[in-house]
């Protein structure tokens, strides 16, 4: 267990984007948008990297399990070949 | 009556005749358990995420309509029955809703599908140059090491 990473540097001040833009929705339909918010090898982002606020975090992972079982997201990506 | 939104993806090697016979059979059985259907839009050919039964394009047809759980389940079973139809995916968006609701939803469905579709071919002639920020901090970040 290494605890020597000092815990700051992870808990920086991170906004929710979907709080702070009331214009933007999570829609499962909407591939573009969700997107950004899955990796390139198609995997859900942690939300400590993206700063999503929890319920929003839900909202996004359901959305994209919908994207992805309608084949507008990929369940596996394959990296650049 | 629960407000509900339907995507059917169907094979592209399926005629027009034959798909539009699916869509209206799927009307009739929500027209014969006296719901309503708000909308139904074809979305057109796109590339599957993924290959589907060896497919790997598919025709999409999105519906919004007002109609009894027993209805649903009784196109999900066609669906189901069918060869035409790749997969499909029944979403609820309302427990109950009301007359005015549901005419001022017949009236901007034209709109909002109109609005999405445009959006969509839009979307199709760009890339995503997005992804290589997002990766590189995935990757860096599952190793432990500090990112920024």
């Known amino acids: ?81 | 009556m629960r407000r509900y939104e339907m995507i059917s993806i169907f094979r592209p090697g399926l005629g027009e005749d034959a798909v539009s016979a699916i869509v209206e059979n799927t009307r009739k059985i929500i027209e014969d358990a006296q719901g309503t259907v708000i909308s139904v839009a074809r979305w057109g050919m796109k590339k599957l995420a993924y290959p589907i039964k060896k497919e790997k394009q598919g025709l999409y047809y999105f519906y919004e309509y007002v109609a009894s759980p027993t209805a649903v389940g009784e196109i999900e079973r066609k669906f189901r029955i069918d060869d035409g139809v790749l997969k499909y995916l029944t979403v609820k968006i309302a427990d109950d809703i009301s007359a005015e609701e549901l005419e001022a939803a017949i009236s901007d469905s034209e709109k909002r599908n109109a609005a999405f579709l445009r959006d969509e071919s839009a979307e199709i002639s760009e890339a995503a140059p997005r992804r290589d920020t997002v990766a590189h901090d995935d990757e860096v970040a599952e190793e432990g090491t500090v990112s920024e």
Not at chain 1, 15 to 34: E, M, S
């Open chain 1, 1 to 81: 267990m290494q605890g020597k990473q000092p815990k700051k540097l992870f808990t920086r001040k991170k906004v929710c984007r979907f709080c702070t833009d009331k214009d933007l929705t999570i829609n499962y339909k909407d591939a573009k948008t969700l997107a950004g918010f899955v990796s390139e090898r198609g995997k859900i982002i942690p939300r400590r990297i993206i700063g999503t606020c929890a319920s929003h975090q839900r909202q996004l992972s359901e959305a994209v399990k919908r994207a992805r079982h309608i084949a507008l997201l990929p369940y596996a990506g394959n990296p650049q070949e």
